[in-house]
């Protein structure tokens, strides 16, 4: 279960209310008219469970996923924070970056026999994927017209230049709906696929998610079409919105959230001025001795957004250790880092209402296939809800293309 | 070597030069009157490299840093960055987080009998690591009153309750000059005794720090000065700067460049103003799918500085593999990683620049332990140069003393 509370202050008058429900309307006729299909993945993606279910691949134990960004981001997300939580998952590999010492490094690490391979594109385009499955390809001599080919899958829209390789050599490939964007598409085959084939139960996660958007759209979690309002109508005072989770594990979940956020509302709006909310992501307590200070004293131009564990269910003591000329440090003993990491969140947290800065509260009852698809589907709903709020095109990425044809016409020309 | 490049205006009317003599005298008074002490580190920290040699510890295999914020930032950067180009450096594992699910995950892996353990504390009093401290005692059965204790090591300030415990129990010490802050700590002790014992040539990260804040006392570095105070006059417009860092191993670096910059410059001025610049620590290539349409479309409130390596020296070639109905994407074989990533970051400053948001890059010619150290010296000298500008106390952190006082108060009022 979540939980959702906030300290920022928000009286409703008309204005506000029309300008929420209009956003709701548009978010129902996104979904209906199937114009965004991330709506209904937790639907759509049952289909690729049933998918995975039929392949029965045996004797791996080890999965090399192949994608940057979109096609890389949720599935590190959902893996690093349900791991410890997962009896027997597969190892993952990562091969993102076009950093010749990561990928040697990874490369090493590789164990050709025992991996399968998931190249991850959705546009089927990307230079960093691209290259480096053929590395990989090479480096570990897969044979692509032998029995190597089971071990390759892709996951790619349907139509795309890696849709046409799959086909050309037969490898099984896995679809995106076209109308999912890359950051939205952690639970399309994107996540699920590799994912359920690690051991992760993916069912549960849909299930989850599944349930949040379905009370959204059955009005239950109007809270979060008035938190996306209030963002929006403060953007001026406060561009910059923290994540700040108390918990090492969901660092990727934070870098997964940046994506979603930076990427969706930085855009040109209708009126052809740059808007944007700039996200930030903090893990406590360690953020807490380095970007604390700055969001206390700073400008203030930041809102905070808190993620707390509430049960670990790997609890640990402070064992009663006495030291010699230290002992006035005996009142932590006997107590749990549960309690500790969640007093020190608390006190953060008041200690930020205390200086005025607006700050709001997601409460996981504890770590659950089901808590982490609904904590996916809240933050990809304020998204949209934003978006429509700031008029803009949440779904596109048009920044990002001059950058590419300035490296393919230098890399050509080179050539 | 390190090369400085820009590509935003900076024409210097007569008022910027006199603020950026002033700054400069400034920091030299800083620096010559002994009131910050992190400018004569690379020369007072030759003794504790002989400290650290004349210890003749043997038989260890692996470092267990326990420590946070300041206490770990810079190690960690130092680590990740020199490893690949360090050989037979030791495992070195962190105990940072109070988060009971990383703590019982790193205690599995630390091998009690090759293990060497380093509490670091500036003030000695950090809860995290006093708690962590005490569960490491108790997990690995340490007797403090044997020969366990040579196989720990205290890095704090002389006088603080962990200096008086090291006392206590003939534990050797290592002290932080009181004149360096936490956050500027990584050339002391600090950084200095755990990386040396566990293979990095410290020598020479001192050298290349030392040899980086001579030529700029002594004026050659003077485009670090333009640009703090380019920074600080465009901080209401530019108030967030972006580190876009192209190479994996820097992300740690990153965030120790996050520390630095957040917690010194986030302050109230001396007219009583919240001041202050937000960093964002980004990776290339992998942050071009994700933050970079922020930068590019979203509001105009960025500077971004790139950091480039010009020369991996662990290079890897895409191999000439033709995939089919992919043959299109041949261009790319035969070309390296290294360019391909150079390529990469080239391009997307050149769709910056053309989008006028301003930009500026570091070069390394290569990584090494000198250019590493020149790189934090830079850094730390921006900060301090940025801080004299803002009329503020850079070196203190006055804001997270509230949380750490309502925490205090909620856990002893439960005991």
Redesign the interface.
């Known amino acids: 279960m979540l939980n959702f509370d906030r300290s920022f202050d928000f009286q409703m008058t008309q204005t506000e209310k029309t300008k929420i429900n209009e956003t709701f309307k548009a978010l129902k006729e996104e979904m209906s008219s199937d114009e965004i299909g991330y709506y209904k993945l937790p639907q759509s993606s049952q289909e690729i469970i049933k998918k995975v279910e039929a392949l029965h691949v045996e004797d791996f134990s080890q999965i090399v996923i192949i994608g940057?960004?979109?096609s890389s981001?949720g599935i590190k997300a959902v893996d690093q924070i349900l791991r410890?939580y997962t009896k027997n998952a597969k190892e993952i590999l990562y091969l993102?970056?076009?950093?010749?010492?990561?990928?040697?490094?990874t490369l090493k690490k590789i164990k050709k026999e025992k991996a399968l391979f998931f190249v991850i594109s959705k546009s089927?385009?990307t230079?960093?994927t691209?290259?480096i499955f053929?590395?990989v390809?090479?480096y570990c001599s897969l044979d692509?017209n032998g029995d190597d080919k089971n071990r390759i899958f892709a996951i790619t829209d349907s139509g795309s230049?890696?849709s046409?390789?799959a086909?050309?050599?037969e490898i099984t490939q896995f679809n995106i709906p076209l109308n999912v964007g890359?950051r939205f598409s952690v639970l399309s085959a994107v996540g699920v696929a590799p994912l359920m084939m690690a051991g992760f139960d993916m069912s549960s996660v849909l299930r989850g998610a599944g349930d949040f958007i379905e009370r959204f759209f059955g009005g239950s979690e109007t809270h979060l079409l008035e938190k996306a309002y209030y963002l929006n109508s403060k953007?001026k005072e406060t561009?910059?919105n923290v994540l700040f989770s108390?918990?090492?594990?969901l660092e990727n979940f934070t870098?997964w959230f940046?994506?979603l956020w930076?990427?969706s509302?930085?855009?040109?709006d209708t009126n052809g001025s740059?808007?944007?909310l700039?996200p930030?992501g903090l893990?406590?307590?360690?953020d807490?001795?380095?970007?604390?200070?700055?969001?206390?004293?700073?400008?203030?131009?930041?809102t905070v957004t808190f993620i707390k564990i509430e049960d670990?269910k790997?609890?640990?003591k402070?064992?009663d250790?006495t030291?010699?000329?230290?002992e006035?440090?005996n009142?932590?003993?006997?107590?749990?880092?549960?309690?500790?990491?969640n007093?020190?969140c608390?006190?953060?947290m008041?200690?930020l209402i205390?200086?005025k800065v607006s700050t709001d509260i997601i409460t996981l009852d504890f770590v659950s296939p089901q808590n982490i698809g609904a904590l996916i589907a809240y933050f990809e709903l304020l998204t949209s809800a934003a978006g429509v709020m700031m008029h803009i095109n949440t779904y596109n990425?048009?920044?990002?293309e001059?950058?590419?044809q300035?490296?393919y016409k230098?890399?050509?020309m080179?050539?």
């Open positions: 940057i960004g979109g981001l410890p993102e970056n076009s950093d010749p010492v990561s990928i040697n490094l089927g385009g230079i960093e691209t290259s053929k590395t390809i090479h692509l230049a890696l046409d390789f086909k050309g050599y890359g953007s561009p910059i108390y918990a090492d594990r870098k940046v994506q930076a990427e509302l930085g855009k040109i740059h808007v944007g700039t930030v893990i406590g307590a360690v807490q001795h380095s970007f604390l200070q700055l969001v206390i004293e700073g400008t203030r131009d930041k670990f790997d609890d640990l402070i064992p250790v030291l010699k000329n230290i006035k440090t009142f932590i003993n006997g107590k749990t880092f549960n309690t500790l990491i007093a020190q608390d006190a953060t008041q200690s205390d200086a990425q048009p920044g990002v001059l950058g590419k300035i490296l230098n890399l050509q080179e050539s």
